[in-house]
């Protein structure tokens, strides 16, 4: 605090004259030279996934793999990694071999940059890198909600009131 006294009565009586203008840039007759310009260079947004176009492209082909095996993962690795989505329908499997299977082809997936989607108990779909797996729900007639008169289906009326 003593510091910022001494300072404030030295700068008290200080007028702008006192200032060095060419060394504080206010000098008219004073060109800084521009800064030099560097190139920028943007990369362009990177989606996670690769675009590909249809017309152009050569036909996916799916793999449906029936493993039986452990041993059975080296061909499911291999088909993901020429990047063929594979749908593996481990019926003919005991727990503990889906089980490591699903576990070896997580990791895969993962090492690859693709996704993996179980679709039933013993059924998953793997994608490559280049491939999404979107996921659709369709509800049938029997289970959708029925609509209230008011063109709110499954609302049950206005603030949730049944009239």
Same mark, same amino acid.
């Given at each position: ?7 404030? !009565?030295?700068? !008290?009586? #200080? ?27 943007? !990369?362009?947004?990177a ?28 061909? +499911?690795?291999?088909? #993901? ?13 005991? !727990?503990?071999?889906?089980?490591? #299977?699903v ?12 996704? +993996? ?8 779909m ?31 009326? +206005? ?5």
């Amino acid at each position: 605090m003593a510091a910022l006294n001494i300072f404030n !009565k030295q700068t !008290k009586n #200080l007028k702008e004259e006192d200032f060095d203008s060419a060394y504080y840039g206010q000098d008219e007759d004073y060109n800084a030279p521009a800064p030099e310009e560097k190139p920028v260079h943007e !990369k362009p947004a990177a989606s996670a996934r690769p675009a590909f176009n249809i017309a152009t492209s050569a036909p996916v082909q799916m793999k449906l793999i029936r493993p039986t095996t452990f041993a059975d993962g080296q061909t +499911i690795a291999n088909a #993901l990694m020429e990047n063929h989505p594979v749908l593996i329908h481990m019926e003919n499997t005991t !727990k503990e071999v889906s089980h490591d #299977l699903v576990c070896f082809l997580t990791g895969v997936v993962f090492a690859i940059g693709g996704q +993996i989607q179980p679709v039933s108990e013993t059924t998953y779909m793997l994608s490559p890198h280049s491939m999404e797996i979107a996921e659709e729900v369709i509800e049938s007639e029997e289970n959708a909600p029925a609509d209230d008169g008011y063109g709110f289906a499954g609302f049950g009326g +206005i603030g949730g009131y049944t009239y």
